[in-house]
């Protein structure tokens, strides 16, 4: 493929089609008028005009090192733990596959350099393999696909089966010549690749596959394929992204004359620069007649003599994938100030039946002031009616006398109270409550997340139902007796004493009176003191009875105020348990899961 489409246009050679002017002057390029020395000579003022790659070329100061891509796999899979089911699945997949490469990479003894020879298919990358390697050990011919399986070539004497087995490289050869002087191959492993373009999809995968895992990559390429989308696309852009070494190497020079190399070089650079690579790095070769094949061995022995490429492939990697899964969170969090939120707790308090509760602790207090400042004759008829907080099964064997907390007033165990179910309409409040805390809480976040803060503030209705109640029930509803009611408990007595004196007086005078046996009673004036005693004690206690009322509509204001307090708080808490606290722990993972994909992407 000559042409591309990258955003909408097709991706062409400058200076008009260049790859079809080569084509046209492939001939009179090579007619017998520059000998293989010219050609060589030639190359070589390319070389000068645009820097060798030997010279142009300089290790960047990387602080990469094991210890360096080990905490940042650490820091990934950290990242993917607190955001698990959070993150885009795609980007979870290439993190997990790094974290693993990283892992089994780094396990690995000695200082092999993976490099990798990747071409389309006719663009002479296993020739240039075998002028690299010193003798033909890849399968050179005309029929395509040429290559169907990796060829590994290994430098030094230290064993790199170990890797290879890793690599699934079959194919081995082991090099034992000693390189040229100022070359330092010691640990290289180069690889050439199947033809990433080639018409059996197992090649293809299989070259993909081992790019994925080699550390540096050397694209071969040739006038006629050097714009080729796949490659630029697919291949470069995306390696380029993630700052990975990579090397061009424009193939078949020989066909060339100088102009149109040097036209094809300098496109070649235009391109890789839009792939966004910077400085790009392209070196003129021909593997039919040897030229730039020295520059290109050069180049592979400053890569291998640095002994930093594996980690610095690996370092990649994942600060490439920390950064594909950092779009996958936001810059910040939203904070929840509050423990929790007041239209939530009212809504809250409604399905609870707080309401009901309350109105049955006012006329229970009521009923117990009665009970406690009315006429002892008439008390225990009110004993007989059981109260509202009874029917409700609420504080259930509590003593009206004592009106102290008491354990029966904390009953968890005893099940369910006898509350009504919510309401339509209180069930819609506390719903609507609820969205508006996950509304709150998520905004600004991606929408895996908002969908998870959602879930944690939306609780099945049952458990929050029964949590509201557990909280009722452990709730308790009274207080310690007041004292006055004491104070007018005791005056009652006295009265009733008083008047049931004067009766059993006036009943002994009558007696007598009877008997004819006549009695003067003491008296005020015309008013005896049995009968003072009598009418006095019954109407006073009627009197004092009629004051208490008002009294006790106070009181029954205040201990319902009291105990609206308690439940507000119990009710609360649940709110905090059940709704913001699941809301808060989804942003805190957020936070964390940001905090390690920062850490894992960070140049350190």
């Not at 409040?429 to 991606?446: C, F, I, K, Q």
Request: aromatic letters at 4%; glycine letters at 8%; charged letters at 25%.
């Amino acid at each position: 493929m000559s042409a591309a489409k990258r955003g909408g246009t097709k991706r062409v050679p400058a200076q008009g089609n260049l790859a079809s002017k080569v084509a046209a002057k492939r001939g009179s390029a090579n007619r017998g008028v520059r000998a293989a020395t010219d050609k060589e000579s030639s190359v070589a003022s390319l070389s000068d005009g645009v820097m060798s790659a030997s010279e142009a070329w300089v290790e960047p100061a990387s602080e990469a090192s094991v210890g360096l891509v080990r905490a940042r796999a650490d820091a990934l899979m950290s990242a993917l733990a607190s955001g698990v089911e959070r993150l885009p699945a795609g980007g979870v997949q290439r993190a997990e596959a790094a974290i693993i490469k990283a892992a089994k990479r780094t396990s690995m003894s000695g200082g092999h350099t993976v490099v990798a020879l990747a071409g389309a298919t006719g663009s002479g990358k296993s020739s240039m393999f075998n002028q690299l390697v010193g003798s033909e050990v890849a399968t050179v011919g005309a029929r395509r696909p040429t290559t169907s399986m990796p060829t590994a070539a290994v430098w030094g004497s230290e064993s790199a089966s170990a890797l290879l087995d890793w690599l699934k490289v079959g194919t081995r050869h082991v090099v034992n010549e000693k390189p040229a002087p100022g070359l330092e191959l010691d640990g290289l492993v180069l690889l050439d690749l199947p033809d990433f373009d080639s018409y059996e999809e197992a090649h293809r995968l299989e070259a993909d596959r081992l790019l994925d895992l080699v550390d540096v990559f050397i694209w071969v390429t040739d006038p006629q394929k050097y714009a080729d989308a796949r490659l630029h696309e697919e291949y470069i852009a995306r390696l380029s992204a993630q700052e990975t070494v990579t090397i061009v190497v424009m193939n078949q020079a020989d066909r060339l004359s100088f102009e149109m190399l040097a036209a094809c070089r300098n496109d070649l650079v235009r391109l890789l620069g839009l792939d966004g690579v910077l400085d790009p790095e392209v070196i003129t070769t021909s593997a039919a007649d040897g030229s730039g094949i020295v520059d290109l061995r050069h180049r592979i022995s400053q890569i291998v003599a640095s002994q930093n490429a594996a980690v610095r492939r690996l370092d990649s990697d994942l600060r490439s994938v920390a950064t594909a899964l950092r779009s996958g969170v936001a810059d910040s969090e939203p904070s929840l100030d509050s423990h929790s939120d007041t239209k939530l707790v009212d809504a809250l308090q409604r399905a609870a039946g707080i309401p009901i509760i309350l109105d049955a602790v006012e006329r229970d207090y009521r009923r117990a002031t009665r009970a406690r400042t009315g006429w002892p004759l008439t008390r225990w008829v009110r004993t007989l009616r059981p109260t509202q907080l009874k029917l409700l099964r609420l504080n259930q064997g509590a003593s009206v006398r004592s009106g102290g907390i008491t354990e029966s007033d904390v009953r968890l165990v005893l099940g369910r109270s006898s509350l009504p179910p919510a309401t339509p309409a209180a069930r819609s409040a506390v719903a609507l409550a609820a969205r508006e805390l996950a509304d709150r809480a998520s905004e600004g976040l991606p929408q895996l997340w908002a969908d998870a803060v959602t879930d944690a503030a939306t609780p099945a209705r049952d458990d929050l139902a029964d949590a509201l109640d557990q909280a009722v029930l452990g709730t308790s509803l009274r207080k310690r007796a007041p004292l006055w009611w004491n104070v007018f408990g005791i005056l009652q007595w006295v009265l009733f004493i008083a008047a049931v004196a004067g009766f059993i007086w006036l009943a002994v005078l009558a007696v007598l009176n009877w008997l004819q046996l006549h009695v003067d009673a003491p008296g005020i004036g015309p008013l005896a003191y049995p009968f003072l005693l009598l009418v006095g004690g019954l109407l006073l206690g009627f009197l004092l009875s009629l004051a208490v009322r008002p009294i006790g509509r106070i009181g029954a204001r205040r201990r319902k105020a009291f105990v609206a307090d308690r439940l507000r708080e119990a009710v609360a808490q649940v709110a905090r348990e059940r709704l913001v606290a699941p809301v808060q722990d989804v942003l805190d993972r957020h936070r964390m899961t940001r905090e390690h994909l920062e850490t894992a992407r960070t140049h350190i």
